[in-house]
Every structure is written in structure tokens, then in C-alpha cells.
T-cell receptor, first 111, second 113 residues
């Protein structure tokens, strides 16, 4: 079964706007990662946030983690048409080697 | 840096035929290796993972099997394909310590006809 669930399933925004998507998970984690997938391709890593971290930034990306709520958010600021893709969160748990993914959020950025 | 080679990129196979998808890793030793399947427009379903040679954990009972004959080689197989085996298969590699990003192959799009 999938550990993470992204929300919303789909998001359509205008270029220049911000895009926010959320990920909820069920069990304790070591790390939470966000990945991006362009249509029909492999996944590309965006950001890893550890369970003892609350926020991380990378360029136009900002990730937050709230372990008390078992949730994370990914914010893409000043979106571009090239940000159009599916975004997935993935978690790994203590004493477990599984890397479990959520169902993903499909983001469409309109020019 | 780590590199994953996954082939073939596209495969069309008849129902009942065998399957062998191969994934090899460069740039790391003793990685954790994963096979995922992705249905169209859906998330990634973990099929198998391996923490070492000959060590395979299965997540979902199904028509597929996996093997790890060498440290950096992970193979997904089936003796007889079903229509429901169609999908996008992804191989992934994660260092044994788990505290870093996973690397993905480019995927194999399998269509069973």
C-alpha cells in the first residue's frame, strides 16, 4: 500500500503564480523526498528533508515538514511552463528499506 | 555519481510470453534496489526491493518475480505475461544508508497484447 498521499491530484495555474501541493503519510519516517516526473520519463529528485528538519529551500522550491501532522508541503514559486510535470512525495521509515511513493500531483502551468 | 541503466525503453509482448527487464547500476556499491510499476496517470507501486545479492522482498503478490544475481544488477521477470502486467516499470537505486536521494532509470513501457 502507498504510504504517502498527495493533495490535490491535479493543479492548473498561470505562469508566474505559486503552486502548492501537500503530502500526507501514515507512519513515522526517517526522510521525506519530493520528486518530479515529466510525462513518460523517469523521476528526478528535487529535495530531501529529514524527520528532524522543518523546512528546506532549493531555488524556487520550498519544502516544509510537520511530523506531528504527518504531512509535508512543496511550494513552487514563480512557476514556469517548464514546471509542468507530476510531483511525488516518497518516504522511508525507521528500520525499513522500502521507499514508498504517493499517488502524485499533476501540475499544469499555463503560459 | 550514480547512474542507472534500464532497458529496453519500450516493449510489446504477447500474452503468455516471458519477460525479462534488466537494470544495472554504476557508481555505487551495495545499493538498495527497487522495481516499481506505474499505471497511466497513477503513482508508483513498489513491486520488489533488494538490500543485497540474492535478497528479494516482494510487496505485492503477482505474476512477476525479481532476482539480484550481482551487487549492481536487478532483474524483473515473468514466465507468462498477463494483460494486467502492462505498465511503466521503473528501476531505482538508493545508497544503503538511505539518507540521500534515489536515482531512477528511464523506465520501460511494457504493453502486453
Amino acid at each position: 500500500s502507498q504510504q504517502g498521499e498527495e493533495d490535490p491530484q491535479a493543479l492548473s495555474i498561470q505562469e508566474g503564480e505559486n503552486a502548492t501541493m501537500n503530502c500526507s503519510y501514515k507512519t513515522s519516517i526517517n526522510n521525506l523526498q519530493w520528486y518530479r516526473q515529466n510525462s513518460g520519463r523517469g523521476l528526478v529528485h528535487l529535495i530531501l528533508i529529514r524527520s528532524n528538519e522543518r523546512e528546506k529551500h532549493s531555488g524556487r522550491l520550498r519544502v516544509t515538514l510537520d511530523t506531528s501532522k504527518k504531512s509535508s508541503s512543496l511550494l513552487i514559486t514563480a512557476s514556469r511552463a517548464a514546471d509542468t510535470a507530476s510531483y511525488f512525495c516518497a518516504t522511508d521509515a525507521p528500520n525499513d528499506y522500502k521507499l514508498s511513493f504517493g499517488a502524485g500531483t499533476t501540475v499544469t502551468v499555463r503560459a | 555519481s550514480q547512474t542507472i541503466h534500464q532497458w529496453p525503453a519500450t516493449l510489446v509482448q504477447p500474452v503468455g510470453s516471458p519477460l525479462s527487464l534488466e537494470c544495472t547500476v554504476e557508481g555505487t556499491s551495495n545499493p538498495n534496489l527497487y522495481w516499481y510499476r506505474q499505471a497511466a496517470g497513477r503513482g508508483l507501486q513498489l513491486l520488489f526491493y533488494s538490500v543485497g545479492i540474492g535478497q528479494i522482498s516482494s510487496e505485492v503478490p503477482q505474476n512477476l518475480s525479481a532476482s539480484r544475481p550481482q551487487d549492481r544488477q536487478f532483474i524483473l521477470s515473468s514466465k507468462k505475461l498477463l494483460l494486467s502486467d502492462s505498465g511503466f516499470y521503473l528501476c531505482a537505486c538508493l545508497p544503503a544508508e538511505m539518507n540521500t536521494e534515489a536515482f531512477f532509470g528511464q523506465g520501460t513501457r511494457l504493453t502486453v497484447v
